[in-house]
Antibody, heavy 124, light 107 residues
Framework: QVQLQQWGAGLLKPSETLSLTCAVYGGSFSGYYWSWIRQPPGKGLEWIGEINHSGSTNYNPSLKSRVTISVDTSKNQFSLKVSSVTAADTAVYYC??????????????????WGQGTLVTVSS | EIVLTQSPGTLSLSPGERATLSCRASQSVSSSYLAWYQQKPGQAPRLLIYGASSRATGIPDRFSGSGSGTDFTLTISRLEPEDFAVYYCQQYGSFITFGQGTRLEIK
């Protein structure tokens, strides 16, 4: 069973760079697309972007200019960086995975598993 | 961008009742690309339904999904106390988007 463990700095000042990492345990790292999803306090979910084991990425156009997602296959980890953060970037950030095979795509694209979430607060 | 609009925003029901949650897309969505999640306070979302109608592993059969094109529905046949939570639909198109959520609260 695939499990995700995430970590990173929880308090940032405006203009700093947000940095989070997610480690994958117990399954096939190469069999998934790995995503970051965020949720501002009291609000809904926003997909940030995703990466696969070979480094192919897709980003939400609204965040693309400030976001970098990278992968370290030697450690089964992937990371998120968001530059020039403001208070609007305050949110719980989740890592999540979706199976990347054609068969899985035909059955249905879905996020499972999820990390435990990290609250990132941007405040001066 | 495909916008998902969920209704109602809040649904107040009693245990044992039937819940019907709606997710409407601004453009047609492939059924393979529509999923539903449940989220409780302080927890990550939990996958319930994928491919519009397939239950995820371990999800009770009181949860069912249906729909096609632009209209999708999550039905909970008989509400249990643990079902009161926020529910999100999600689609995969040019990029991934979520609905704004439906809060299911105890009446």
């Amino acid at each position: 069973q695939v499990q995700l463990q995430q970590w990173g700095a929880g308090l940032l000042k405006p203009s700093e760079t947000l940095s989070l990492t997610c480690a994958v345990y117990g399954g096939s790292f190469s069999g998934y697309y790995w995503s970051w999803i965020r949720q501002p306090p009291g609000k809904g979910l926003e997909w940030i972007g995703e990466i696969n084991h070979s480094g192919s990425t897709n980003y939400n156009p609204s965040l693309k200019s400030r976001v970098t997602i990278s992968v370290d296959t030697s450690k089964n980890q992937f990371s998120l960086k968001v530059s020039s953060v403001t208070a609007a970037d305050t949110a719980v950030y989740y890592c999540a995975g979706r199976l990347s095979s054609i068969a899985a795509r035909q059955l249905g694209i879905r996020f499972d598993p999820w990390g435990q979430g990290t609250l990132v607060t941007v405040s001066s | 961008e495909i916008v998902l609009t969920q209704s109602p925003g809040t649904l107040s029901l009693s245990p044992g009742e039937r819940a019907t949650l709606s997710c409407r897309a601004s453009q047609s969505v492939s059924s393979s690309y529509l999923a539903w999640y449940q989220q409780k306070p302080g927890q990550a979302p939990r996958l319930l339904i994928y491919g519009a109608s397939s239950r995820a592993t371990g999800i009770p059969d009181r949860f069912s999904g249906s729909g096609s094109g632009t209209d999708f529905t999550l039905t909970i046949s008989r509400l249990e106390p643990e079902d009161f939570a926020v529910y999100y639909c999600q689609q995969y198109g040019s990029f991934i988007t979520f609905g704004q959520g439906t809060r299911l609260e105890i009446k």
